[in-house]
């Protein structure tokens, strides 16, 4: 949670942030995580910067049920 109460997610990916290497990496780890595929995770905001808004497609109900779990997780997702 930021200084103004918004709540976000916060990743690490060991991908260079050139060239979009680094956007990549971190929609595949979000698709890894969420298992789903790597096209239904979009950088929608934010691609060159820290903190990107992401659109992640997929059944709601199921969805629902692993963010949580990824957003709690403690020993990463590897990509």
């Not at 890894?32 to 096209?39: C, F, Q, T, V, W």
């Not at 949580?68 to 990509?79: R, W, Y």
Request: charged share 25%; hydrophobic share 45%; aromatic share 2%.
């Amino acid at each position: 949670m930021d200084s103004a109460g918004q709540e976000y997610l916060r990743v690490r990916v060991r991908a260079v942030p050139e060239d979009g290497k680094a956007n990549a990496a971190l929609e595949a780890l979000l698709a890894k995580g969420l298992d789903i595929s790597r096209a239904s995770v979009t950088i929608v905001s934010g691609a060159k910067a820290r903190l990107k808004i992401v659109k992640v497609q997929g059944p709601a109900a199921k969805l629902a049920g692993k963010l949580p779990k990824l957003a709690l997780k403690t020993d990463g997702v590897s990509v």
